[in-house]
Nanobody, 124 residues
């Protein structure tokens, strides 16, 4: 599975941004997909995950109620609303053939494929 993330950019505090992650290759094996983010000097942080049909979702507490993860056949999305300065990071998408499990989905070590990341900058 190859993943290509896009949609990052500069947005003001309180604004919105939509990230996309295009998947190609054996996309039928992407049972669980997720978004992670990372800032310099910090470990990669879980943002949200989603199962294939029926599309169960799980969010980090820091983004619950503001971010929405979704997917169609070949694209993963992250709608980010009410952005805060602490949301600024490089956002990466990931996928795995492992069956979705909320608690397991937060561990980046459980993912097999990663996109290259897209930078989100939030200005105050």
């Amino acid at each position: 599975v190859q993943l290509q993330a896009s949609g990052g950019g500069l947005v003001q505090v309180g604004g919105s941004l939509r990230l996309a992650c295009a998947a190609s290759g054996r996309t039928d094996s992407a049972n669980t997909m997720a978004w992670f983010r990372q800032t310099p000097g910090k470990e990669r942080e879980f943002v949200a995950s989603i199962r294939g049909l029926p599309g169960q979702k799980y969010y980090a507490n820091s983004v619950a109620g503001r971010f929405t993860i979704s997917r169609d056949k070949n694209t993963l999305y992250l709608q980010m609303n009410t952005l805060k300065p602490e949301d600024a990071a490089v956002y990466s998408c990931a996928s795995t053939s492992r069956r979705w499990n909320a608690s397991a989905s937060v561990d980046p070590g459980n993912y097999d494929y990663w996109g290259q990341g897209t930078l989100v900058t939030v200005s105050s």
